[in-house]
C-alpha cells in the first residue's frame, strides 16, 4: 500500500491507472477504520482493479460544538488494517490542501440536505457533498462505496452524482453490527460497555418496527410512537427523530406501501448515534 | 460534425476519445455564436485534438425579468460557421435533461459571486458554476476555453476549478471587438445601429482609463468618475457599476499598481452590457 500526500500526486496516480485499462474503487473514510469500513474495501477489491482509500476527517461536515476535535483518529492502526486488505493506495490529504485559506466553493441541495439529519446538522451535507465531489475530482473512480448506516449521506451522494452529471458510479454496502444490534461506528469508541449496551436501543426500536409491520400494522406515526416509547425508557437517552421516509426524495410517509427506510437519531449521554432499516413490503 | 443531444452519448464519446490518447477542448457557449466564440473555437483546435462546443441557453443563469425568452437563438446558422471551423462535436442538450423536475444540486462560491456583476444579478453564478461543472462531467474536457469578455466569469470559473480540484485546464481568450471599439456580444443583436453607436461609450470609458493612468494617475476613484461622467453624457444609459479591481479576488483598489482590471456593466436603453480591459503597470 502506497501513501499519497499530494492531489497532483493522487490525480497522476489515477490517470495513469485508467489509461493502462484498470478501473478504480474508492472508499472515502474518515479513519479510526471499523469492521463497517473494512468491509466496504473488501468489496472494493472483488469490483475493480485498483482499490484506494480516502482518510480525511472533513472539518466542512461539523457544525460548530461538533465532535470535530475529539473525533477518533488512529492512523497506525487504520494503516495496518489496510495492508492487510491489501488496500493499493492511501490517499492522506492535509486540512491546508482540501481547504486553503481562500477557499470559497461549496455544493448544496436544495431539498434532501434540509430534512432528517439536515434539520439537526445545517451545514453538514453541504460539507460531505463538497468534499465527496473534491474526492472524485482528485481520485477519479470508477466506483465509491458509502455504508447503508449513512443513510441520507448515500441518497444525497446518489443524487450529487446524478444531478451534476459525475462520471462515478455509487455502490452502498450494508451496516455491520455488533452481536448486540448495535451499529459498528467509530463513535462507539466514545463509549465504555454499559454505555453500548444502552444503545442497542436504537437497533431494538428498529426490531420493534420490524416485527409491529410484519403484524400488519400500516399506520407510519403509531410505529415512529412505537420505537420513541421503547427509546424514552432507556436512561440518558434523547431522540432527534424518528423518522419512516421514501428512500429516494426523503419525504415522510404516512400509510406504509411497498419500499421505504426508517432511521433515527438519538443522543445517549453526550454521544449522538445514527441508524436504519430498510423494508420493502413486497418481499 | 457530428450533433450530440444525449449526456450518456456524450459520456461516451469523450471517453473513448480520451482512451485514444486524444485531448479534448470544450468551448460552451449559449449559441447565436458571433467572432467572439469563434475566434475560441478557432484556438480550441489549435490546442487539442478534438473541438467540443456547447449550445444551451442555461436558464439557471438568467434572473426574473432578465432575457432567457427573447436570448437570441440562431441553431441553424451557428452549425453552419461550426462546420466551417471543422468543429467535431456539437453538444446540444434540452432543459429536461440537463434540469430534470426533481434537480435540486448548485454550486456556489460564497465570495467571488457576491461582488460586481452578483451584486446586480444574485444567483447568476451560482447558474455559471453549476452548468459548468455539469457541462465538465459530460465532456471531460482536458481544456475548456471562455472569453475575456465574461472577465468575472472567467475568474470564478478558474476559482471553482482550483477549489473543486477538477481536471480541466481553463484558457481564457481575448475580447473580440466590433471596428469602433464595441465589444462583440450576442446581446448587440437587441440593437440597431443608432444604439450601437451610443454603446460604444463603454469601450471609450475604457479607453480613457487607459489615457489617464498612462498619464500618470493612480487613484482608483477618479479614474472611476472620469468613466462614469463620460458615459453619463450618453443619452439612454444608466450604470451599474464601474470598478478597478484585482485580478483575482476582485476586490476593489484603491492606489493602481501591478496587474489590476477596470470592468463595468451598463445600460443602454433596455440592454444590459459589459466590458472590461486588464491593465498591467509593470509592462
Known sequence: MKSIYSIKGMQRISRRSKSEGMTIALVPTMGALHEGHLSLIRHAHKISHIAIVSIYVNPAQFGPGEDFSKYPRSLGRD??????????????????????????????????????????????????????????????????????????????????????????????????????????????????????????????????????ISEGERDARKIRQAIKRLINKVSGTRIDYVAITDNENLQPLKNLQGKFTISLAVWLDEVRLIDNISVDLKE
Request: no cysteine.
Open 79 to 212: 494503516k495496518r488494517l489496510m495492508k492487510k486488505l491489501g488496500v493499493d493506495y492511501l490517499f492522506l490529504p492535509t486540512d491546508k490542501i482540501i481547504y486553503p485559506n481562500d477557499y470559497e466553493t461549496f455544493i448544496s441541495l436544495e431539498k434532501l440536505s434540509r430534512v432528517l439529519e439536515g434539520k439537526f446538522r445545517p451545514l453538514h451535507f453541504r460539507g460531505v457533498a463538497t468534499i465527496v465531489a473534491k474526492l472524485f475530482n482528485i481520485v477519479q473512480p470508477d466506483i465509491a462505496i458509502f455504508g447503508q448506516k449513512d443513510f441520507q449521506q448515500s441518497v444525497i451522494i446518489k443524487k450529487m452524482v446524478k444531478d451534476l452529471n459525475m462520471p462515478v458510479k455509487i455502490v452502498v454496502g450494508p451496516t455491520v453490527r455488533e452481536k448486540s444490534g448495535l451499529a459498528i461506528s467509530s463513535r462507539n469508541e466514545y463509549f465504555n460497555a454499559e454505555q453500548k449496551q444502552r444503545a442497542t436501543v436504537l437497533y431494538d426500536g428498529l426490531m420493534l418496527a420490524r416485527r409491529i
